[in-house]
């Protein structure tokens, strides 16, 4: 990389850093893979930003959740292969911190975060989505589908983790 | 516990909040950042281009000093021939890198390059892996034909013919086991990436497909 950061860069990272978190914290179950692709999504942020270019009917977000989300799906690299010091259940209860307020069970929280993990990288996308309270039309523009295909993928996925509850 | 309840305490901050990251710390992280196969890829085909330079004009600019005659303008035309095959080559394989690189556009519409460009860069090196030996083992027999040629008693027929058919023959078992081989090598290193990435674009048009 030959040119150094903008200002503007900074600061939108800055303002969206929570964002690509919650991205890497959906789709990536150990902690090390978790900062490979935070680090992998800051790059193509940053490579990308000198050619984006604000639009009023287009928001900054949406531009980012298909940089993010991109990269989180088509991560084309070999898996890690050290074996799992920590299981999927483990790690949903780690995400699953008791939350002020929250009318839950910590238990609760982490079989559903345990039945997210285990969708495949698109149907998370979606739930991402619906998480983050994204429009379906906004839904439909970061995935490249139709709005009626985001309504009857949406409601697929939520069937598929009521199915995965009820098993676990 | 549905998604709908999560989707409540999903969006509350975090409590420790991420620290802003500065303009040296994300030099310094993209430095070591070792980036996906896409990465591996560009800095593969950047480092095979300039090792084949590197190797091939001295090859040719030492050739040309110390041969002369039509076989020698032979040899280097041949040489030259390659370096305009390779160097089109690698100009192709790194336009379709940058291109693949590329990571604005919508999912669907990313996943539908990266598949479509894994799929031509495979066939484009297939294609070129299977045609270099038949042009390695032709340019060998006319190189030895050239030399049988110049002969000042005359050629030998029989000898040319019984080098041909050894030079087939050879190039017949080398270019099925390059066959072969190639094509478990690409299906190795590739072939999950392409299943992966197939799957990935049938998930997002099923409901489409079965439900318009």
């Known amino acids: ?168 | 516990m549905e998604l709908e309840d999560l989707r409540r305490q999903w969006q509350q901050p975090e409590k420790a909040a991420s620290p802003a990251i500065t303009s040296a710390e994300l030099q310094a992280l993209m430095r070591r950042q070792r980036g996906g196969l896409i990465e591996k890829m560009r800095r593969n085909t950047y480092w095979e281009a300039s090792v084949a330079s590197a190797l091939v004009v001295p090859t040719l600019v030492i050739f040309l000093a110390y041969n002369h005659g039509p076989l020698a303008v032979l040899y280097a035309g041949s040489l030259a021939l390659l370096t305009v095959v390779m160097a089109y080559y690698y100009y192709k394989v790194i336009r379709l890198l940058r291109r693949l690189a590329e990571t604005t556009g919508s999912v669907r519409g990313h996943l539908e390059r990266l598949y479509a460009g894994l799929r031509q860069l495979l066939r484009f090196y297939y294609r070129l892996t299977l045609a270099t030996l038949p042009g390695a083992l032709l340019l060998i027999y006319s190189f030895f034909m050239g030399k049988e040629l110049l002969r000042p008693d005359g050629f030998r027929t029989s000898l040319l013919a019984e080098v041909g058919a050894g030079l087939l023959l050879v190039g017949a078992v080398l270019q099925t086991a390059v066959v072969y081989g190639t094509r478990w090598w690409m299906h190795r290193l590739y072939g999950q990436h392409l299943d992966r990435l197939e799957g990935q674009l049938r998930e997002l048009d099923e409901p489409a497909k079965t439900d318009n």
């Open chain 1, 1 to 168: 990389m030959a040119t150094a950061p903008s200002a503007e860069f900074l600061a939108a990272l800055h303002d969206y850093q929570p964002l690509v978190r919650r991205v890497c914290r959906l789709y990536c179950q150990d902690a090390d893979d978790r900062q490979d692709l935070f680090q992998e999504i800051v790059l193509q942020l940053w490579r990308a930003w000198p050619r984006y270019v604000p639009q009023p009917d287009a928001k900054l977000s949406t531009w980012l959740y298909r940089i993010a989300l991109n990269v989180a799906i088509s991560n084309l690299r070999q898996r890690t292969r050290r074996p799992a010091s920590v299981s999927v259940e483990d790690e949903a209860w780690h995400l699953a911190q008791p939350v002020e307020n929250s009318a839950y069970e910590p238990e609760e929280t982490a079989a559903l975060y345990a039945a997210i993990n285990r969708l495949s990288d698109v149907d998370k996308a979606f739930v991402l989505l619906y998480l983050e309270d994204r429009p379906y039309d906004e839904m439909a523009d970061i995935l490249g589908i139709t709005q009626n295909n985001v309504r009857v993928k949406m409601h697929r996925v939520q069937e598929k983790l009521r199915k995965l509850l009820v098993h676990n």
